[in-house]
């Protein structure tokens, strides 16, 4: 039974940081993909980074310069580094996983989603 749990989350100010957590439990795969999605209020989920077993990553071209995903492998743990926040930032952000080593922006090709955890820019 495979379980992420994300964690980081908070009210900040606008030009803030924070990193958000992702904890995978019982994934056993070799290969993956993981990745990290946003839902902005009224809004459909985005995708913003992803990242596969090869360590290779890819972003969304509006947030890559802000943003960062990362793994430690030995934690089963995935970040997100999130820079400059801004109000637009405001969402619920989700981690994401699927146990094919082709990685994909579209929430649609994953398999297994956290929670979520609230982010809240002023």
């Known amino acids: 039974h495979v379980q992420l749990v994300e964690s980081g989350g908070g009210s900040v100010r606008a030009g803030g940081s924070l990193r958000l957590s992702c904890a995978a439990r019982g994934y056993t795969y070799d290969t993956y993909c993981m990745g990290w999605f946003r839902r902005p209020p009224g809004k459909e989920r985005e995708g913003i980074a992803v990242i596969d077993s090869d360590g290779d990553t890819a972003y969304a071209e509006s947030l890559k310069d802000r943003f960062t995903i990362s793994v430690d492998n030995a934690k089963n743990t995935l970040y997100l580094q999130i820079n400059s926040l801004k109000p637009e930032d405001t969402a619920i952000y989700y981690c994401?996983?699927?146990?094919?080593?082709?990685?994909?922006?579209?929430?649609?090709?994953?398999?297994?989603w956290g929670q979520g955890t609230q982010v809240t820019v002023s």
């Open positions: 994401a996983a699927r146990p094919y080593w082709i990685c994909s922006m579209l929430p649609h090709d994953y398999d297994y």
